[in-house]
């Protein structure tokens, strides 16, 4: 992250959390005034900052039950796509916080993932007044590094723990490193051993997965893979990633190197939770969210209307 990218965050922090006016932040900074509102309009455009309307959340009752029963899960949550990929977001987001709010308790631990989605979630968390005690929030892969902060893993457990007064463990690594001997020295090393141990007594998970058809997933933006390595990957069956490790269409990661160089919880720490949570909202995932049920990676889904239809749909295919 280059000083540009630091001052847009810290400008940012300062204007839409602390309600400080650009006079105060300019003061901060030791910048101009003119130079705070050229950093929080390019924090706009960069992604940094989102900004959204709040609207009702349309649910689809009758389309969840129908996920819910295809597919054997304990729960399915099911909401309008919106007229935006924005709203998409911010819709099952929404949905997603309401109902882990349902399930929390007190000395619960929660393992995260990434990603813009559950940026949202998070983001929707602050909004609740809770009230428990001893929630541990557990980052379950390594960090993305680059791009946008605050969809990344340390971020978001973070402000998760901050929203539900709980503590946090981070995994002080990247998701991706450069060898499978670094993965697995890194996976030996105390901290991220320990963190990954807590991660197995998480009760609830929280998680998405990416398609390889998408070129907007977050471990494409943050230059883990590239355009030629989706290529490679899907001549080896792969259709998608699910907890960053490429898997084929029964969600069983695929034999490649990539997958030997993840650093993060296993697959199994998810579908081990009680609550195992999958959140999305593009219909490019429907896939992969197939390949993850097939192997019980999640046994609750909170995805947008799109994105069900177009699951039913292949499932119909398949069966036919």
């Keep these: 992250m280059n000083s540009k990218e630091m001052n ?66 304990k729960e399915a949550v099911v909401v309008s796509g919106g007229i935006s990929n924005e709203q998409a977001f911010y819709n099952v987001g929404f949905a997603a916080a309401e109902f882990l709010s349902q399930i929390l308790h007190n000395n619960v631990v929660i393992g995260i993932s990434f990603g813009v989605t559950l940026s949202y979630l998070v983001q929707e968390l602050s909004e609740y007044n809770f009230n428990y005690e001893g929630i541990e929030v557990i980052q379950l892969m390594g960090g993305l590094g680059f791009g946008d902060p605050a969809i990344d893993g340390p971020e978001l457990a973070q402000k998760m723990a901050r929203a539900l007064g709980g503590t946090y463990r981070y995994l002080q690594a990247p998701a991706v490193v450069d060898s499978p001997e670094i993965a697995q020295h890194l996976l030996k090393e105390k901290n991220i ?16 997965v990416g398609s390889l058809m998408d070129n907007l997933s977050s471990l494409e933006r943050s230059g883990y893979i590239r355009k030629e390595d989706r290529a490679i990957f899907h001549s080896k069956g792969a259709i998608g990633h699910s907890l960053s490790r490429m898997i084929d269409e029964n969600g069983v990661p695929i034999k490649d190197a990539f997958n030997d160089r993840i650093v993060g919880a296993p697959i199994e720490v998810i579908k081990n939770a009680k609550w195992s949570i999958g959140i999305g909202s593009n219909p490019l995932k429907a896939q992969v969210f197939l390949a993850a049920l097939h192997d019980q990676q999640f046994n609750v889904l909170v995805i947008d209307d799109g994105t069900a239809r177009e699951m039913l749909r292949m499932q119909s295919v398949d069966s036919a």
């Design 8 to 73: 847009m965050i810290r400008a940012a922090e300062l204007y839409y959390e602390q309600r400080l006016d650009q006079s105060a932040i300019a003061k901060a900074l030791d910048c101009s005034r003119s130079t705070v509102s050229r950093l929080l309009a390019e924090a706009i455009e960069t992604g940094i900052v989102r900004i959204y309307i709040k609207r009702p959340v349309e649910k689809f009752p009758s389309l969840a039950e129908a996920i819910k029963h295809q597919f054997g899960l």
């Design 193 to 208: 051993r320990e963190t990954i141990q807590k991660a197995h007594q998480a009760e609830i998970t929280i998680s998405s």
